[in-house]
DNA sequence: GGTATTTGACCAGG
DNA sequence: CCTGGTCAAATACC
């Protein structure tokens, strides 16, 4: 059974998640009982191996829920199976972004507020937000924000529709994460030429994930892991699967600092997201 | 005064 | 009928 194979699969994934804290923990014992290591490369063991714990959990929490669903669909097997045609899913894009106090989560377009709901089920409203230029430009771009119920400092944002805007935006990914304040007076200079420093101590990061591939997402989780235990500023390489969504997508090569937040980052984030892997399967 | 946000009403789909 | 998405009048902000 299809099933069966994917959990196996899933299987595989956290355990060679948990294998790879252990060997983490292996060498910080080592580390440990050498007397000339660093305290530095210790933290990042430490780090790493956190790293791996959360996203085993992630992980199965994750699995859990797939398979959850996968049952009721079995029970239910004689009832119609629904059709998730939820409108344009064909390009909901989800980004999960914490914010820092006091920055903004802007991602550089100009978007207006046309709605919020409370939702059924989640503490926090959704806000529904459309292009600025939708009528002077035609642009459809929809975008969907809410606070993650358990974390305050995720956001989960829902892209519907890409920009057909010709309007550039102003702002970069770094300075997304800036104060309006910061954000104009660096958009009215030059937006391109933001200090390395402010770049490096940016301490927020969004996560995109594509909606086409569940292992992919899994696989970027992995990722995190590995660099954060082979570095120790924690880099990791963002290959954006978003493309005209946000101001940089097209720098392939930069590098975003990773928070150790990242990793609290918990399922509430991806509730959405679940519902479209479901609507996949 | 122009623009953005808020918020209750309205609508469509299930 | 319930829920989520959008509209649009009222309000806030600059």
Redesign the pocket.
């Known amino acids: 059974m299809v099933m069966k194979e994917e959990m196996l699969m899933e299987e595989k994934l956290v355990i060679s998640e948990l294998e790879q804290g252990k060997e983490l923990a292996n060498r910080l014992f080592n580390n440990l009982k050498n007397p000339s290591s660093s305290n530095e490369s210790n933290k990042s063991l430490i780090s790493g191996i956190l790293h791996s714990y959360e996203n085993a959990i992630f992980m199965l929490n994750l699995d859990k829920k797939t398979l959850d669903r996968n049952h009721e669909r079995t029970d239910q097997s004689n009832k119609k199976r ?2 998730s ?3 344009k899913t064909d390009k909901i894009k989800i980004c999960v972004a914490t914010e820092q106090e006091g920055t903004s989560l802007d991602d550089g377009y ?13 503490k926090n409203p ?5 292009c ?1 230029h939708r009528f002077t430009q035609n642009c459809l771009a ?1 975008k ?1 924000v809410q606070k993650s119920d358990t974390n305050p400092l995720c956001y989960e944002v829902k892209y ?1 529709e890409s920009h057909t805007c010709n309007i550039t935006p102003l702002t970069n990914k770094y300075s997304a994460f800036m104060s309006k304040e910061e954000r104009n007076k660096g958009a009215k200079v030059d937006a391109t030429k933001q200090p390395k420093d402010t770049i490096k101590h940016m301490e927020a990061e969004e996560m995109m994930l594509s909606l086409e591939d569940l292992d992919t997402k899994k696989a970027i989780f992995r990722t995190f892991s590995f660099s954060n235990s082979e570095t120790e500023n924690i880099l990791f390489e963002w290959n954006d699967p978003i493309e005209n969504l946000s101001p940089t997508t097209s720098d392939s090569g930069i590098t975003y600092e990773l928070l150790s937040e990242f990793v609290s980052v918990d399922d509430s984030c991806f509730s959405s997201l679940e519902n479209i892997i479901d609507l996949k399967s």
Do not use: A, N, P
């Not at 100009?110 to 989640?122: A, M, N, V």
């Not at 959704?126 to 459309?130: D, E, H, T």
């Open positions: 629904r059709l045609k939820k409108k100009c978007w207006r507020k046309y709605g919020q709901k409370d939702i059924h089920g989640s959704r806000g529904y937000y459309r600025t929809v969907q519907l």
